[in-house]
């Protein structure tokens, strides 16, 4: 079977062609893990790839909680997309924790 023209993102039951003893093989990027690409689904497919790029980390937000305990929170934007079974893109988000030490804190009656 081909690929020639046929290469299909993430796990796609329709992206395939017809293979050796009947049996079908896929074109597309799942394929690499099943075993199951056609014999020029690297040539064909791969080649064509685009792997997810992102860009820098923005700054981190204030604590949610301005006493006690609360959290931070920061993210980033997708700047290039995955395409063609590209890599996929990482974490977009991050969180962590924070102590949050208003100067009223405590002052409270």
């Known amino acids: 079977g081909s690929c020639r023209h046929r290469c299909c993102p993430g796990r796609n039951n ?22 199951d690409c056609c014999q020029d689904y690297p040539s064909s497919c791969r080649r064509a790839a685009v792997g997810c790029a992102v860009g820098p980390w923005g700054p981190w937000s204030g604590c949610s909680s301005p006493c006690g305990v ?14 063609h079974g590209g890599d996929p893109c990482p974490d977009l988000k991050q969180r962590r924790g924070c102590l949050g030490q208003h100067p009223t804190c405590g002052t409270a009656q």
Request: hydrophobic share 20%.
């Open 14 to 35: 329709a992206c395939w062609a017809p293979g050796t003893r009947r049996a079908r093989c896929y074109c597309d990027s799942y394929c690499q893990r099943t075993g």
């Open 70 to 83: 609360g959290s931070r929170a920061r993210s980033r934007q997708v700047t290039v997309p995955p395409r």
